[in-house]
Nanobody, 115 residues
Framework: QVQLVESGGGLVQAGGSLRLSCSAS????????MGWYRQAPGKQRELVGS???????NYADSMKGRFTISRDNAKNTVYLQMNSLKVEDTAVYYC?????????WGQGTQVTVSS
């Protein structure tokens, strides 16, 4: 059974930092591209960024320079380091595991940035 479990969300003041983690089980983690998405109230889910199996990263323009994705294949875990957080970063953040055969999603973790 595939499971993606996000953690690390919470309440933080604007300008602060948070690190989200996503622990995967039931998949050959190192073979998957891992992504982070977010969905704010009333908005569509959007890509935050992703990291390929080889460690290449890609970010949405609004996150470049503030967010960093990394992975630890030995721990089957992907991380999202978020710095200089803004109120508009408030959303539920989701972990995604993608390979050509299909994809899996976590349940999401809430990030709330207060002014």
């Amino acid at each position: 059974q595939v499971q993606l479990v996000e953690s690390g969300g919470g309440l933080v003041q604007a300008g602060g930092s948070l690190r989200l983690s996503c622990s995967a089980s039931g998949i050959a983690f190192s073979a998957y591209t891992m992504g982070w998405y977010r969905q704010a109230p009333g908005k569509q889910r959007e890509l935050v960024g992703s990291i390929t199996s080889r460690g290449g990263t890609n970010y949405a323009d609004s996150m470049k320079g503030r967010f960093t994705i990394s992975r630890d294949n030995a721990k089957n875990t992907v991380y999202l380091q978020m710095n200089s957080l803004k109120v508009e970063d408030t959303a539920v953040y989701y972990c995604n595991a993608y390979i050509y055969r299909g994809e899996y999603w976590g349940q999401g973790t809430q990030v709330t940035v207060s002014s």
